[in-house]
């Protein structure tokens, strides 16, 4: 059996497994596949644009009052935030010229770079804001080694499995991911940061099941994640015991550990089906803490309401269902793997952020997807949209040079 159609039964095993997002090349009359067209997949381009665009503005709208009170002008935020989203288009479309298999020869570098990076946030190099350690300073700027954590490790499990599939057959073959994975979350978790150590687990997690992990393996590692978060929330005094105790009754201490989540309700209540209109947002003024972080979602609630969040899931439903079709089209596994983590990663915040936002999880901090504001993330996700679109220009090139990159 040759190496393509070894590939191609593994791919249509992966179809199977995710029904939903792939679909195999139609046929002509005579039986073989048509070629599918080269270049950029404009859906996800359009979809990503809107979505960076409506970030600025939600920015803007939404940091408005907290500019006004730290910086003596309105547009501090909205500046920061337009030149993330500028320099973020030229990183997607650097990225989406960058052959994503070339990403295979780093991935050992990065995986080392991105562990260093999480150790050297408990030297002298690490700043601390609001009790959390997350952030790591290299003089002339900060950057969050949590986040690109997430991005290393895509490419590393992408890297690990796409080489063999079937290593996520068994405990065996997953076991080095699964060292790895642990390793960053226990030092992500020690920032502290949960949701950000939550979603680089399902991160691997999720690909290793693209790649073929079986459900028993994921109901072990979710039993033993979950006892271990139980320990952290319920337990264990300090930190995570206040976050549990404003989870469970934010109300009972309005005033104290609940005041974020309440304020955050009280902005996604007080929308309606409608929203107040943009700009108009009562809690964004200096009731609601950093409304233009995490909890933006909370102000697009009040100011656009229940429509105007429906409408901003819409989007990222159609990003990932768009970022899926893409991978699961890809003709080697490290494009398939990589797209799929992409996908991923996006759904999983996504998810985290409006459970937070609506206290249905605990509250710590996970950014909006090219919403919130900041600009280590939204650069994250803007190169990882270029990768994806690279795959898209891929689609026709022959998997066995693919194979040998």
Known sequence: MTEQNTISIKKN?????????????????????????IGVDFPLVIVTTLLVVFGVVMVFSASYYNSINDYGTPYSYLRSQGFYAVTGFIIMYISSRFNYRYWRRLAFPLAVAGLVMLLLIFTPLGVTVNGATRWLSLIVFTVMPGEITKLVIIILCATYFSRDMKRAGNLIGILPIVIYTVVCCLLIVKQPNLSTAITVFLIAVGIAFVAGLQWRYIVL?????????????????????????????????????????????????????????????????????????????????????????????????????????????????????????????IGVQVILNVAVVTSSMPPTGIALPFISAGGNALWIFMGLIGIVLNISRNLDNDSRNGERI
Do not use: C
């Open 221 to 345: 590692m979710f039993l033993g994640i979950g006892g271990g978060t139980f320990y952290l929330l319920k337990i264990n005094d300090g930190y995570w015991h206040d976050r549990m105790a404003s989870f469970l009754d934010p109300f009972a201490d309005a005033l104290g550990d609940g005041f974020q989540v309440v304020q955050s309700l009280l902005a996604l209540g007080t929308g309606g089906l409608w929203g107040k209109g943009l700009g108009q947002s009562i809690q964004k003024n200096l009731y609601l803490p950093e409304p233009q972080n995490d909890f933006i979602l909370a102000i697009i609630g009040e100011e656009l309401g229940f429509i105007g969040i429906g409408v901003l899931l819409l989007l990222f439903v159609i990003m990932v269902w768009r970022i899926f079709y893409i991978s699961l089209q890809s003709k080697d596994n490290f494009g398939m793997l990589l797209g799929s983590g992409v996908g991923i990663m």
């Open 13 to 37: 095993k992966v179809l199977e497994r995710l029904p939903f997002f792939g679909k195999k090349n139609k046929s002509d009359s005579q039986g073989k596949a048509r070629p599918q067209a």
